[in-house]
């Protein structure tokens, strides 16, 4: 409903002058109006309300006459000081960013004048604004010229009209502008509403136990400064960020650029609201960028007594001093639930990345790239270090699903979650950072940090919930850091249960499968261990499928012990110094692992322990290159309740009484690599089998012993065609 600057001309030779407007030609008409459609509607609306307009019919076929009659140009003073308003005239006001047509309201006597869409004149007339579509917030005398206090302007369109428009302009604001129920504000990504300072730290824009809001489009500036790492509880219009929604129901936050959040704690700032979606955002250079909490307000706000049914989507969220996205970290029990966090792009937070606590959370398809680099200026936050956690969960959290992602460039743990239960993580890409851009000096240093985890998961003293299914699986995990200077210790899937609670320990049922994990230097690839306050074997425990390969030959691939059931299966261990270390527990069942290329392949730590391994299976194993440490035991036994292997070949015995060992046990299907002829020494199986080095056609692939013994009888078996 602006005209063009040829028609701005026009109106300032031509328009009205008069107190109550002089009439206008059907040139002058259509010239300001840039369209009949506008004058169409106010003929129809006028005439819907008992007016007395002629019939409506195409515009093209009135005479200037009629269209003269209808319809006045003025401005905005002279429509407030008209003091015999038509109620068959359409007012076409004429001020700069405030242009459109009007009608005198007869029946109203009562409405508040608000610049925008009605204007009362001082004879009491109501004149209401004819438009379809959102309100534009200029019309209620916003200046958008980046240095008038549009603050008021800007509150004002929002208590008189539910959807606003804010054209391509930079709004300043100095105090904090609250949304209503049914507010939908919206704009380009040019329309900046913005601070230049904030002394007191207040909010740029809020949304305070309402319905039904949608913030769409817009420029959201706050004020550069360090700003403060975590909200204060309890308190929200102190907070100082860009954009804070308390208490509410029905949020869409999508499309919007945010910016800066001065001496707040972030960019988008959610506390006890449901039905949330935050969509195809882009937020840099904040504290914290995307934040949901339950630190407001009482039990009775329209949010609840927590956050639920989140979806934060499509964002792109870059250089945080803090958290990029995060759901209260700091309140046990979780009461959060229903998080999706889908398909988002961070770059760069110094804290956590995603940071979650809550019940019924799906982390999918988000990269994660924890590299700060050159060209980014963080606020409050680790000028250099890249970014701490990928994924980060506390206290109480249940029903966790991670899955398809990208973590990559990380400084300490890709995922890591205290006392979770029931998680899934699978598929996704995890790589820790080798080295980092000091901004101080302008310097790549290497990183050689030590304790690093990739895959962390424990349960402590204070443990709520069980574990119960845990599922670790087609995860890629890569540890490129340089295993020289000061070591690197990385446990790259590392679960610990430190809980004194039997009955929640048994309750754990653990699959880690079908991931692959290659790093250059290790302390354990897989560890899973207990507190040694649980004097039981309680829990399943089944590793398999992994890959694991290091090429410096440290370390153990896989280690594990205490548990009901341990099976550790179908896994390719290639370069471990020790390839599977166990001890206590029950069932111990070791089938169909590839173990090369080691010190140990299999280590049993049997030392002070009350019981020990109640059953040892060992079968279909192929170790290559078989020497004296394939299979170790050691420490001393204190009781005759252990099942060990006593294979001749690659047994050895360290402060082990062998008369307490009970039984003998042969592993099944032995297979050994790389040796042109029997065994000479030994004791072994029937069906344990020698591969042939160097095969030739006519020979054989193998022999195959046929009879218990030491060595045992052997046969040549698999011809070769000559």
Known sequence: MREDNQDQRLFEQEGSQGTGGELISRRKLLGGIGAVGAV???????????????????????????????????????????????IDHVYYVKDREQEGPFYYDNTDTTSADN????????????????????????????????????????????????????????YRITDYVFLQDNSRIEGTRASKIFMSTNPDGVNLISAKDKVNVTIDNLWIEGVYGVGNPFPVRGVMEGQGVTLAVYGCRNVVITNCYFTYNGLGSGNVYVSKCKDVVVTNNYLEKSMNGICFDNWYGEDDTPGGTHVENVTVANNVLSDMGGRAIACDLDEAPARNSNIAIVGNTIRGAAYAAIAVNARGVSVVGNIVDGKRDGGITTVGGQQSLPTYYGFLSNFDCEYIHIAD???????????????????????????FAVNYLNQNNNQVLDLNEPNNQMI???????????????????????????????????????????????EKASASFIHVTNNQIRSKKISTAIQYTKSLAQDWGTGKLYITGNTIYSPVKSGTAITAMRLDELHIEGNKINGIAIAIETGMGGLTNFNGNVIRNYNTAYFFYVANLLNEIDQLIVQDTIIGNPGEGSYVFTGTVNNPYIVASSNGVGMKFIDVNVDQIKGTYYPANLVVEGSDSPPTAGKWA?????????????????????????????????????
């Open 405 to 431: 992602n990208v973590f990559k460039e990380m400084f300490m743990n890709g995922v890591k979650i205290l006392n979770g239960s029931n998680v899934s993580i699978v598929n996704n890409t995890f790589d």
């Open 686 to 722: 029937v069906g344990d089998r020698i591969t042939i080095q160097n095969v030739t056609a006519g020979g054989y692939s193998g022999y195959i012993c046929t009879t218990l013994g030491t060595p045992g009888t052997w046969k040549q078996y698999g011809a070769i065609l000559a």
């Open 456 to 502: 962390c998961l424990e349960w402590d003293t204070n443990a709520y919930i069980a574990p119960y299914t845990i599922r670790i699986e087609g995860n890629t995990i890569v540890n490129d850091r340089n295993p020289t200077g000061v070591e690197p210790i990385a446990e790259l899937i590392y679960l610990k249960d430190t809980t004194n609670s039997e």
């Open 115 to 170: 610049t925008g869409i009605i204007l009362v004149s001082t004879s009491g007339a109501r004149f209401r604004r004819i438009f379809d579509g959102p309100a534009h917030v200029k019309w209620f005398g916003a200046k958008g010229d980046g240095t008038t206090d549009d603050t008021a302007a800007i509150q004002l369109a929002i208590d008189s009209y539910s959807h606003l428009y804010f054209s391509p302009s930079s």
């Open 40 to 86: 169409t509607a106010g003929a129809w609306l006028l005439g819907s309300l008992g007016g007395n307009l002629p019939t409506v019919r195409a515009m093209e076929d009135r005479s200037s006459e009629e269209l003269a009659d209808c319809c006045k140009m003025v401005t905005i003073a002279q429509l407030r000081a008209l003091t015999s308003p038509e």
